[in-house]
């Protein structure tokens, strides 16, 4: 299975015709991405998307979805989200075969959305890890991707504020075990991004795109 996997800087060249030119069967959005990009890319290939979003994206907390209606605070309302995209953010999802556990934002550093203290985040990490446990005894699947934006503090992070990554990406990895963790945030600038290995997981930084093969 081939999927698409970007993140936090729009390529002008896939947002045209020329996108036909990638096979995918999937399109995996790690976050800082325009939501109109990422519905034209699943849209364009006709496949699934999965995504997290990132600390300049809106809030989409709170949106839930009866029916095909979307609905906030009990109300109808319009979802800012891609459209057909399925928010990982948080939860456990299967989509295009495989099993995604997510968790999107950044490091608090200002007011914005999407951005959670190392305190904050290691909680909401704590819940994914329960939900995948209690998912992995209903139907003997782990996870396969932890999605995230930004990625394990001293995994390729930076010293700024804004671009450190979470200390408890690397329990999560621990508890889940997930092949891969797939992030954005951190722009190489034109410098190489080696992967990283932390226990058995292969941490990639996908800023930009990236074409990868799973196997199922």
């Not at 704590?126 to 209690?134: K, S």
Request: charged fraction near 25%; glycine fraction near 12%.
């Amino acid at each position: 299975m081939k999927a698409l996997v970007v993140a936090d800087e729009v390529e002008e060249r896939l947002w045209t015709s020329a996108v036909h030119n990638h096979r995918a069967d999937l399109v995996i959005g790690a976050g800082d991405l325009p939501y109109d990009y990422l519905e034209f890319l699943a849209g364009a290939l006709d496949v699934p998307c999965v995504f997290v979003p990132g600390n300049h994206d809106p809030d989409l907390s709170g949106y839930t979805r009866y029916g095909g209606l979307s609905m906030k605070d009990g109300f109808p309302a319009v979802w800012p989200g891609p459209a057909g995209g399925v928010n990982a953010d948080g939860r456990i999802v299967d989509v295009g075969g495989l099993r995604f556990a997510g968790l999107g934002g950044s490091v608090r550093y200002n007011d914005g959305p999407n951005q959670w203290t190392q305190r904050q985040q290691a909680r909401r990490a704590r819940r994914l890890v329960r939900r995948a446990r209690f998912r992995r005894w209903r139907d003997g699947r782990g996870v396969d991707v932890l999605l995230t934006h930004a990625p394990p503090r001293h995994c390729g992070d930076r010293e700024d504020p804004p671009h450190r990554g979470f200390d408890c990406l690397h329990r999560t990895i621990e508890s889940l075990r997930p092949k891969w963790l797939l992030h954005g945030h951190i722009h190489p600038h034109g410098e190489p991004v080696p992967d990283r290995v932390v226990g058995g997981t292969t941490v990639r930084n996908v800023v930009g795109h990236r074409i990868m093969e799973f196997a199922l």
